[in-house]
C-alpha cells in the first residue's frame, strides 16, 4: 500500500505547478483524498480534499488559485496550483484513508520572488 507524491520544484511567484498523487495497493475510486502542507516549524496544513464522487473543498487560503482533481482510471489525484505565493512554499503531502490514514512521502514546493 503506498503513496507517492511528486511534481514539487522550484517556481517564480505568479507560476504554476501541477503536483500529481500516485497511488497502488488500495482500492483508490473509493479512497477520500487530501493534499495538506508543512512548512518547517508549523503544523500540517489541509489544503484541499476531494471525496470519492469528486465533491471538492478548499482551505481559504488557497481557494481560487488551487484545483484538486483524481483520474480513479489513473489511480491518481493531482493539485493544480496557480498564481502561486511566496506564501505557498511548504512540503506537499498526499493523503487518503482505506482502511488507516495512508500519507505520501512529500514534495517540496519552493515559491520564489
Known amino acids: 500500500v503506498q503513496l507517492q507524491a511528486f511534481g514539487g520544484g522550484l517556481v517564480q511567484a505568479g507560476g504554476s505547478l501541477r503536483l500529481s498523487c500516485t497511488s497502488s495497493g488500495i482500492t483508490f475510486k473509493i479512497t477520500p483524498m487530501n493534499w495538506y502542507r508543512q512548512v518547517q516549524g508549523k503544523e500540517r496544513e489541509l489544503v484541499a480534499t476531494?471525496?470519492?464522487?469528486?465533491?471538492?473543498n478548499y482551505a481559504d487560503s488557497v481557494k481560487g488559485r488551487f484545483t484538486i482533481s483524481r483520474d480513479n482510471a489513473r489511480n491518481t489525484m493531482y493539485l493544480q496550483m496557480n498564481s502561486l505565493k511566496l506564501e505557498d512554499t511548504a512540503v506537499y503531502y498526499c493523503?487518503?484513508?482505506?482502511?488507516?490514514?495512508?500519507w505520501g512521502r512529500g514534495t517540496l514546493v519552493t515559491v520564489s520572488s
Open positions: 476531494i471525496t470519492s464522487s469528486g465533491i471538492t
Open positions: 493523503n487518503g484513508y482505506y482502511r488507516t490514514d495512508l
